[in-house]
C-alpha cells in the first residue's frame, strides 16, 4: 500500500482552509469544515486553526486568493504548523502553486479519506481496494509526488524531478494498476460464489454516512460484536450475520459508510465490497439525526446508492441518536410522531441504537417488511402462522 498513512500523520499539527461559494451558507461551511476536522482527527492530525474566505468559485491556481493564502503562510511559519489541509480535490498543478507559498505539507479532503481507508483497511480485498484507488489518484498528479515513488521502487534514485522519471513512474503505476485490478476480479469471484453458497434467506444490508451508527444497530439486532467507533470509516468490510427474528430468519450487512465528496476512484473500487448493498433486498438507511446537515447527508447517501445502482430498493430510513438530537427548534421529544422530522419522512423510525429507545417498533417493522418478502419470493415455505411473535 501506498506509504502516507496514520504513523505519518500523528501529532501533527494542521490548519483547514475551505471557501463560502455563493450555493452555501456559513453554516452549511463551517459543519462541512468541522467534518474535514474530524476526518484531520481521524488520520491522526490536530487542526489548530481554520481559514475561510467567500469566493463566487475556488481559484483554479491556488484554491483561495492570494492574499489569503501569504495570510495562511504567515501564520503556518509562527505555528510551525506541519499541514494544510483544504476542502477540495485540488489538482496537481494547485498543489504545486499553494506549496511553494505555504512550505509545508498539502492534502485535499480525498487525501485524507484515502488514508483514513488505508489505516483501516484489514482483507486482502479492502487492502486491495485502497491501494488501487491510491494509485488512480495520484497517477493524474504524479509530477509532485514521483520522488516518493521512485524511492519506494528502490534504485531510481533520481535527485529532482524529471520528465523521463516521471514516465517511467507512470508506467510502473499503469501497470500495478492493471495487476490490483486483476487481483481484485479474482477476489470478487471467490465472494460471488460464496454469496451464492448463503441460500435463501432474504437480504437486508445496513446502509448511510459515517458515523450514523450503521454498526452499533448491526450489534444490537444480530448480536455480533463488530467494531464501533467514533471515527469516520470505522467499517470498511462488509460484515453478515444471520439474524432470527420471531423465528424467521434473514441476512443482515454492515456495510462501509458514505460521505460527501466521497473520491469518485474510492466508489468505483469500492464497488465490489459494495455488492452486498446491490444485492440485497431491503435497505435500513442510518441516519444520524443529531447531525445539523443529517438532511444533505440522506441526500447524499441517495445519490451515492443511485451511482451504485441500488436505489430502487425497499429502504427502511432509521432516523438514530434522538437522544443527541440538539432541540434549536423546540421539537416535543415526548412527541415525536408529531415532530417536522416524522411530517419530512413520514415512513421513518426514530430511534436511540444507544439508548435502546423505540427498537422495538423498528425491529417488528424489520420483521414485517423481511416477512412479506420472504413469502412473496417462497410462497410454499413454512406458513406464516410460524413466524408469528411468541
Ligand atoms: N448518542 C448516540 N450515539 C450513538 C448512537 N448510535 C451510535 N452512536 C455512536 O456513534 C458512533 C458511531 O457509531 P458506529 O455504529 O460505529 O457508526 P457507523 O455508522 O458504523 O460508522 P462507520 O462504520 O465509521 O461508517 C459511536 O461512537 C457510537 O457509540 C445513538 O443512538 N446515540
Ligand atoms: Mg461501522
Known amino acids: 500500500m501506498i506509504e502516507h498513512k496514520q504513523n505519518s500523520l500523528k501529532k501533527e499539527t494542521a490548519v483547514i482552509v475551505g471557501v463560502i461559494t455563493p450555493g452555501n451558507s456559513n453554516i452549511q461551511v463551517n459543519e462541512h469544515?468541522?467534518?474535514?476536522?474530524?476526518?484531520?482527527?481521524?488520520?491522526?492530525?490536530?487542526?489548530?486553526?481554520?481559514?475561510?474566505?467567500?469566493?463566487?468559485?475556488p481559484d483554479s491556481k491556488t484554491f483561495v486568493g492570494k492574499g489569503k493564502l501569504l495570510e495562511i503562510a504567515t501564520f503556518i511559519k509562527q505555528k510551525e504548523i506541519d499541514i494544510a489541509i483544504f476542502d477540495d480535490e485540488l489538482s496537481g498543478s494547485q498543489?504545486?502553486?499553494i506549496e511553494r507559498v505555504l512550505d509545508c505539507k498539502i492534502l485535499d479532503r480525498s487525501?485524507?479519506?484515502?488514508?483514513?481507508?488505508?489505516?483501516?483497511?484489514?482483507?486482502?480485498?479492502?487492502?486491495?481496494?485502497?491501494?488501487?484507488?491510491?494509485?488512480?489518484?495520484?497517477?493524474?498528479?504524479?509530477?509532485?509526488?514521483?520522488?516518493?515513488?521512485?524511492?519506494?521502487?528502490?534504485?531510481?534514485?533520481?535527485?529532482?524531478?524529471?520528465?523521463?522519471?516521471?514516465?517511467?513512474?507512470?508506467?510502473?503505476?499503469?501497470?500495478?494498476i492493471s495487476l490490483l485490478k486483476k487481483q481484485l476480479q479474482q477476489i470478487d469471484k471467490q465472494n460471488t460464489v460464496r454469496r451464492k453458497k448463503?441460500?435463501?434467506?432474504?437480504?437486508?444490508?445496513?446502509?448511510?454516512?459515517?458515523?450514523?451508527?450503521?454498526s452499533?444497530?448491526?450489534?444490537?439486532?444480530?448480536?455480533?460484536?463488530?467494531?464501533?467507533?467514533?471515527?469516520?470509516?470505522?467499517?470498511?468490510?462488509?460484515?453478515?450475520?444471520?439474524?432470527?427474528?420471531?423465528?424467521?430468519?434473514?441476512l443482515m450487512s454492515d456495510t462501509v459508510g458514505f460521505i460527501r465528496k466521497l473520491p469518485h476512484n474510492l466508489i468505483e473500487s469500492f464497488k465490489?465490497?459494495?455488492?452486498?448493498?446491490?444485492?440485497?433486498?431491503?435497505?435500513?438507511?442510518?441516519?444520524?439525526?443529531?447531525?445539523?446537515?443529517?438532511?444533505?447527508?440522506?441526500t447524499v447517501v441517495n445519490e451515492t446508492l443511485l451511482e451504485l445502482g441500488a436505489k430502487d430498493k425497499q429502504i427502511l430510513l432509521v432516523l438514530n441518536k434522538i437522544d443527541q438530537y440538539k432541540n434549536e427548534d423546540s421539537t416535543d421529544l415526548n412527541?415525536?410522531?408529531?415532530?417536522?422530522?416524522?411530517?419530512?419522512?413520514?415512513?421513518?423510525?426514530?430511534?436511540?441504537?444507544?439508548?435502546?429507545?423505540?427498537?422495538?417498533?423498528?425491529?417488528?417493522?424489520?420483521?414485517?417488511?423481511?416477512?412479506?418478502?420472504?413469502?412473496?419470493?417462497?410462497?410454499?415455505?413454512?406458513?406464516?402462522?410460524?413466524?408469528l411473535p411468541e
Open 111 to 176: 487525501n485524507l479519506i484515502l488514508d483514513i481507508f488505508a489505516t483501516h483497511a484489514r482483507t486482502a480485498q479492502s487492502k486491495t481496494q485502497v491501494e488501487l484507488a491510491q494509485y488512480e489518484y495520484l497517477l493524474p498528479r504524479l509530477t509532485r509526488m514521483w520522488t516518493h515513488l521512485s524511492k519506494q521502487k528502490g534504485g531510481i534514485g533520481m535527485k529532482g524531478p524529471g520528465e523521463k522519471e516521471i514516465e517511467t513512474d507512470r508506467r510502473l503505476i499503469r501497470n500495478r
Open 198 to 214: 448463503r441460500g435463501e434467506l432474504i437480504r437486508v444490508a445496513l446502509v448511510g454516512y459515517t458515523n450514523a451508527g450503521k
Open 33 to 57: 469544515l468541522d467534518e474535514l476536522k474530524f476526518l484531520a482527527k481521524t488520520s491522526g492530525a490536530k487542526t489548530i486553526k481554520t481559514f475561510v474566505q467567500k469566493l463566487s468559485h
Open 272 to 298: 465490489s465490497t459494495l455488492d452486498e448493498v446491490r444485492e440485497s433486498d431491503i435497505l435500513i438507511h442510518v441516519v444520524d439525526i443529531s447531525n445539523p446537515l443529517f438532511d444533505e447527508h440522506i
Open 335 to 387: 412527541n415525536l410522531d408529531n415532530s417536522w422530522m416524522k411530517n419530512a419522512y413520514p415512513n421513518s423510525f426514530m430511534i436511540s441504537a444507544l439508548e435502546r429507545t423505540n427498537i422495538e417498533e423498528f425491529r417488528n417493522a424489520l420483521f414485517e417488511s423481511v416477512k412479506e418478502l420472504h413469502f412473496k419470493r417462497y410462497p410454499y415455505s413454512k406458513k406464516p402462522v410460524d413466524y
Open 216 to 250: 452499533t444497530i448491526m450489534n444490537l439486532l444480530s448480536k455480533s460484536q463488530v467494531l464501533v467507533q467514533d471515527q469516520l470509516f470505522a467499517t470498511l468490510d462488509t460484515t453478515t450475520r444471520k439474524v432470527v427474528i420471531n423465528n424467521l430468519p434473514f
Open 95 to 97: 498543489i504545486r502553486n
